[in-house]
């Protein structure tokens, strides 16, 4: 994150803050950090959890801290460190902190859901399948992605290939395939339906889709809430009024999606690559020794 925009940042989440009469001095049991990936919707975001974090801290008296992060990498390292309270997760990031870290689901999301993983070519690529990228450069996402990351490095097991590009965003993984960085890449189709038209010069094929629908995303609590403040947010956050909670993306009354096939794509590649070293090789070898 850019010092301009952290401070610009600051200075709007005090600016909520004052309007709402919360003190801005407070103990850090009084803090709520809401985190999740926005990719490079820095402002975006922003203003999309604005009236979600100002309805928050007029309910809890907290002051509540949005932080957005570039992408999965970077928010595995803050839910590992317990350094956000609330997460909006998509499945991915969901899986690992309620598997490694102890977050608790609380509501599912909206619109992160029926997810499918696909592996893309260019359209004149001689690739027809999954067994002739062989050798050959794939483009990934971020560890922590379900559909980007998890999902393809499964679906590929049994493969040796040259190198593995990771990619920042879903956008770059479709931008290299189309420049022919990599021969082939893995984003969700939802992903790949909103960027494709943007790269108006190159045809893509579908090779592969996984036949699983990805969980939806999920709303999480960190395990450094105690028991009293986290049925306070549980209950605030359900009785939000519907605009807020359809604006933060979020279901209060709705069934929390089943993670455990989710989590067990995730140990199994995690077996795969123990300490995400394995891929870092050339070339990588994505079976068991």
């Known amino acids: 994150m850019s010092l301009r925009y952290s ?19 407070p103990s850090s049991d ?24 100002n309805y928050l801290s007029e309910k809890t008296g907290a002051i509540v801290r949005l932080e957005p992060t570039f992408n999965e990498t970077q928010a595995i390292e803050h839910i590992r460190s317990y350094d956000w309270a609330l997460v909006f ?27 499918r993983s696909i592996i893309v070519v260019r359209k004149n690529s001689p690739v027809g399948n999954l067994r002739e990228l062989q050798g050959r450069i794939v483009a990934l996402g971020q560890p922590g992605s ?72 999920v709303v999480l609590l960190g395990p450094t809430i105690g028991s009293k403040n986290q049925e306070q947010i549980r209950k605030v956050m359900s009785e939000a009024p519907p605009d807020i909670a359809q604006e933060a993306g979020y279901v209060p009354n709705g069934p929390l999606p089943d993670y455990k096939y989710m989590i067990a794509v995730v140990n199994r590649v995690n ?19």
């Open 89 to 115: 997760a998509r499945p991915g990031l969901a899986a690992i902190a309620i598997s490694q870290s102890q977050y608790q689901p609380l509501f599912p999301l909206r619109g992160v859901e029926n997810l």
């Open 7 to 25: 401070r610009r940042l600051f200075l709007l989440q005090m600016l909520l803050l004052t309007a709402c009469g919360v003190r801005t001095t």
């Open 30 to 53: 009084e803090e709520l950090t809401v985190g999740l990936v926005g990719y490079d919707k820095g402002e975006e975001s922003i203003n999309q959890y604005t009236n979600f974090n």
């Open 146 to 217: 379900a559909t980007g990351y998890y999902f393809p490095i499964y679906n590929l097991y049994g493969l040796t290939l040259s190198k593995i590009l990771f990619a920042p965003t879903p956008k770059t993984v479709l931008e290299w395939v189309a420049q022919g960085k990599a021969a082939a890449g893995a984003l969700s189709k939802e992903e790949f339906d909103s960027y494709s038209p943007q790269l108006k010069q190159t045809e893509f094929r579908i090779i592969f889709t996984d036949p699983h629908y990805v969980p939806s995303g």
């Open 271 to 289: 077996s795969i690559n123990p300490n995400a070293a394995l891929i870092q090789q050339k070339p990588v070898r994505l079976f068991k020794k």
